[in-house]
Structures are given as structure tokens and as C-alpha cells.
């Protein structure tokens, strides 16, 4: 899938995009689900929400997600071919739950890291499940 150029320079202009479609094949997508599934049984209670970090270190699987021709043909388009990976996150909210998940916060890090501004940088985020008002 290509960015469009009306795409690329919304981008530029704020920061981010969004956009309401597929990322992998439905076969694919079902196999990064169990995946998701998976590592979520393993470190987490049923009715836990909580962020778990650098999942591409506890579970080859999302390196290999990472790494996927989906994703990276994203991100180059954005911010070129030398692409590294920071981490693979996961955000588990469950549905109705008060828990606050913080689940945005690549800026903050980065300054500590001193690197905000000398990085190309890019978050890109998969929703595995629906995000619906029923489910809080």
C-alpha cells in the first residue's frame, strides 16, 4: 500500500496519520491475533490492563511482526530506508476497565534519551481489536 502525496504531507504537517484499513491479510491478521493472544494469557490476569514493553525481546514473533513488509514499507515511506527498531509495545486495555494505560508517550523517552531531535522517528500503531464506545 502506498501513501498517498496528500497523505504523506498531512503528515509533515501534523505529526501523524490515520488511516481506516487493513494492514495485513486477513490471514495474516489472524495469526498476529493469536500471537497478541498468546503473550497476553502468558502476562496478564483476565481482567489486567497494563502496558507491556520491548515484546520483540520476550517473543521472537513480534520482531518478526516488526519487521513484516506491511509495516516497514509504511515507515519508509515516511522516514526513508535505515529504519531501527525502538520497541514493540503492547497497550492492553481491557474493555470497561478504569485502569488508566498510558499509551502514547515516544516523545517523553526520546528526550530522555536526548534523541528527539536528531532521529527520524515514527509510531506506528495496530489495532488488534475493535475500539467501540460499548466496550468503555
Known amino acids: 500500500?502506498?501513501?498517498?502525496?496528500?497523505?504523506?504531507?498531512?503528515?509533515?504537517?501534523?505529526?501523524?496519520?490515520?488511516?481506516?484499513?487493513?494492514?495485513?491479510?486477513?490471514?495474516?491478521?489472524?495469526?498476529?491475533?493469536?500471537?497478541?493472544?498468546?503473550?497476553?494469557?502468558?502476562?496478564?490476569?483476565?481482567?489486567?490492563?497494563?502496558?507491556?514493553?520491548?515484546?520483540?525481546?520476550?517473543?521472537?514473533?513480534?520482531?518478526?511482526?516488526?519487521?513484516s513488509p506491511e509495516i516497514l514499507d509504511q515507515v519508509e515511506q515516511i522516514i526513508g530506508p535505515n529504519i531501527g527498531l525502538w520497541a514493540v509495545t503492547l497497550f492492553l486495555k481491557r474493555a470497561n476497565s478504569e485502569k488508566f494505560v498510558d499509551w502514547h508517550c515516544d516523545s517523553k523517552v526520546l528526550q530522555a534519551y536526548k534523541a528527539f531531535h536528531s532521529l527520524n522517528h515514527v509510531a506506528l500503531l495496530v489495532a488488534i481489536t475493535p475500539n467501540l464506545k460499548p466496550q468503555g
Open 1 to 67: 500500500y502506498m501513501l498517498s502525496q496528500l497523505q504523506l504531507e498531512y503528515y509533515k504537517q501534523n505529526g501523524f496519520i490515520g488511516m481506516n484499513r487493513q494492514l495485513f491479510s486477513p490471514e495474516k491478521f489472524k495469526e498476529l491475533q493469536a500471537d497478541v493472544m498468546r503473550v497476553v494469557n502468558k502476562h496478564y490476569a483476565p481482567d489486567e490492563s497494563n502496558t507491556l514493553t520491548t515484546l520483540q525481546e520476550k517473543d521472537p514473533a513480534f520482531f518478526k511482526w516488526a519487521k
